[in-house]
T-cell receptor, first 115, second 111 residues
Framework: GAVVSQHPSRVICKSGTSVKIECRSL??????MFWYRQFPKKSLMLMAT?????????EQGVEKDKFLINHASLTLSTLTVTSAHPEDSSFYIC???????????FGEGSRLTVL | RKEVEQDPGPFNVPEGATVAFNCTYS??????FFWYRQDCRKEPKLLMS???SGNEDGRFTAQLNRASQYISLLIRDSKLSDSATYLC????????????FGGGTRVLVKP
């Protein structure tokens, strides 16, 4: 089946630094990828929709200058958390659609801890 | 009111028993519905789609009630491996995959 790989799975950084998370679709082309964040025992919250070759569409309340999304190819989208703060610590998950309605394949998630 | 609401649980279920839980959604124009499963600290995975006529996949049965705007999931003959959080997912549009996730219902199956 379709596989989405996310890297790194875990990252610890100092406050004020930037962290880049990669999301790759391994065996299919994904024109659209989604980025979510999930706090402990909470639901996934959609942050933005990443479209290949164009600017990402951000959800209300998500700072586009803080969460930079780049979707330069059909198999790779990146999320960069800029000037990270402790409140940015969360589980970030990407997903890609195979084209089948409702069927999203999720990356393994990246657990970010900002000290 | 949240777009998609679920009882967070946990539902403590004896092994072999049946458990059922619902999910309500607020957008009456929602087009499609799904149940995803998420294990602790893992990514969500599609469990099954929910069709208007109801559908069954092995021990799992999903139903949709458009009039009352809820979907349900029933698990029969629960296994220890069924322990997970079950996410109710709604697609409010006819096209695209911009899905809305519920907070999840946690199920714990115990021997």
């Amino acid at each position: 089946g379709a596989v989405v790989s996310q890297h790194p799975s875990r990252v610890i950084c100092k406050s004020g630094t930037s962290v880049k998370i990669e999301c790759r679709s391994l065996d299919f082309q994904a024109t659209t990828m989604f980025w979510y964040r999930q706090f402990p025992k909470k639901s996934l919250m959609l942050m933005a929709t990443s479209n290949e070759g164009s600017k990402a569409t951000y959800e209300q309340g998500v700072e586009k200058d803080k969460f930079l999304i780049n979707h330069a190819s059909l198999t790779l989208s990146t999320l960069t958390v800029t000037s990270a703060h402790p409140e940015d610590s969360s589980f970030y998950i990407c997903s890609a659609t195979s084209g089948v309605p409702g069927e999203l394949f999720f990356g393994e998630g990246s657990r970010l801890t900002v000290l | 009111r949240k777009e998609v609401e679920q009882d967070p649980g946990p539902f403590n279920v004896p092994e072999g028993a049946t458990v059922a839980f619902n999910c309500t959604y607020s957008n009456s124009a929602s087009q499609s519905f799904f149940w995803y499963r998420q294990d602790c600290r893992k990514e969500p995975k599609l469990l099954m789609s929910v069709y208007s006529s109801g559908n069954e996949d092995g021990r799992f049965t999903a139903q949709l009630n458009r009039a009352s705007q809820y979907i349900s999931l029933l698990i029969r003959d629960s296994k220890l491996s069924d322990s997970a959080t079950y996410l109710c997912v709604v697609n409010p549009r006819a096209a695209g995959n911009k899905l809305t996730f519920g907070g999840g219902t946690r199920v714990l199956v115990k021997p």
